[in-house]
Each structure stands twice: as C-alpha cells, then as structure tokens.
T-cell receptor
Framework: KAGVTQTPRYLIKTRGQQVTLSCSPI?????VSWYQQTPGQGLQFLFE???????NKGNFPGRFSGRQFSNSRSEMNVSTLELGDSALYLC???????????FGDGTRLSIL | AQKVTQAQTEISVVEKEDVTLDCVYE???????LFWYKQPPSGELVFLIR??????QNEISGRYSWNFQKSTSSFNFTITASQVVDSAVYFC???????????FGKGTRLSVIA
C-alpha cells in the first residue's frame, strides 16, 4: 500500500515568490493535514481538510492557504514568501478525523 | 492550552542498552489522546502508538513499551535492548480529538552507538 506522497521533495525559492506544495494521501484516506517543522518552533499544525472542507486551522498568517480536491489530494500554497518560511512541510493523511495520521516524507522549502 | 514537554533534548546510549524517553503533558480536557512518532533522518514521521485518556494500561510491542500515568500526566516510552536503527528523533504528541490538530513536544534525539 503506497504511503503519503509529497511533491516536490526539495524546493528553493526567493523572498516574495509564491509556492504550491502537493500531497497525495494514502488510498482511501479522506483527511489530510499539513504541518510546518522548523528548528526553532518545532512541529506546528497548519490546517486540516476532510472531504474538501477545511476543518481546522492553525495559527498562521493568511499567506498560508490550502485546499483539497475530490480525490482527497491536497495542495498548500504560501504567497509572498519570507525567509522564515524555510522549513520542512509535512503532510499527513488518515481515514477520518478521529483516526491516527500517517505522514509523508515532507517537502523541504528553502527561501533565499 | 494543551502543552507537551519532552525535557530530554538529546540522549546517547550504547547499543543493547535500555532507554526511556520522557513525555509530560498539560491539559484540562477530560478526554484526550497521546501519541508517539519516530522521525528518522529521511524526515517522515512514523506513527508508533496512540493511547486515549481512559486506557492507562501499559503497552508492549516487541522492544517498545509505553507507560501511561494520568496521576503524573506522563506518557513515557522505553526501548529495550536498543539498536542502531533506533537512532532518530522521537516526538510525543497530544490531541483532544483523536487526530488533529496534533500538539507536538520538541522531540528527543536518540543516538544509539554501536
């Protein structure tokens, strides 16, 4: 059974640009969550989608947004990139909102 | 607000030693869930266990065991006879809903030396 797939694995952008990260959940999983991991702040919850609806949102500025498609695949977008957005972005999927999450390998985003 | 504390930032042990990773949480919720995840160098977070607040039974899975004590708000993780492949960062996490959002501790980096 394929795991959670995140693309791309690595990304380099410059300040002011925007970026879109993609996440394909485990087959059959309808809940997708996104987390940001940095050395300073650790792992922080960004948002969760279930059946194309955002269920929860973390404490991040509006530059961070996401969406989920009918096939449960999800994308997150960060606009007007800042140096502090450099991080590992992890996507997790689960069967439903109360089931354990399974994580992908992450997308490492570097901002120059 | 809920909080998860992993006081041990880094631990180094020699192979075959037992090691315990500590996790202390703070919450006012009566129903909640606690998790452990392992993060190897590849970056992926690997789910190890989920325990709800009504189940204080200790659990053992191979060389791994977990001790949940509500009286001390702790959910500690022990690796018996550690192996080099156990080297990773281990995260303890909390959720009031069983899933998201997960509140993570800062993690404990375990190095097992051959």
């Amino acid at each position: 059974k394929a795991g959670v797939t995140q693309t791309p694995r690595y990304l380099i952008k410059t300040r002011g640009q925007q970026v879109t990260l993609s996440c394909s959940p485990i087959s059959g999983h309808r809940s997708v969550s996104w987390y940001q991991q940095t050395p300073g702040q650790g792992l922080q919850f960004l948002f969760e989608y279930f059946s194309e609806t955002q269920r929860n949102k973390g404490n991040f500025p509006g530059r961070f947004s996401g969406r989920q498609f009918s096939n449960s695949r999800s994308e997150m977008n960060v606009s007007t990139l800042e140096l502090g957005d450099s991080a590992l972005y992890l996507c997790a999927s689960s069967l439903g909102p109360t089931q354990p999450q399974h994580f992908g390998d992450g997308t490492r985003l570097s901002i120059l | 607000a809920q909080k998860v504390t992993q006081a041990q930032t880094e631990i180094s042990v020699v192979e075959k030693e037992d090691v315990t990773l500590d996790c202390v949480y703070e919450t006012r919720d009566t129903t909640y869930y606690l998790f452990w995840y392992k993060q190897p160098p590849s970056g992926e977070l690997v789910f190890l266990i989920r325990r709800n607040s009504f189940d204080e039974q200790n659990e053992i899975s191979g060389r791994y065991s977990w001790n949940f004590q509500k009286s001390t708000s702790s959910f500690n993780f022990t690796i018996t006879a550690s192996q080099v492949v156990d080297s990773a960062v281990y995260f303890c996490a909390y959720s009031f809903s069983g899933n998201t959002p997960l509140v993570f501790g800062k993690g404990t980096r375990l190095s097992v030396i051959a």
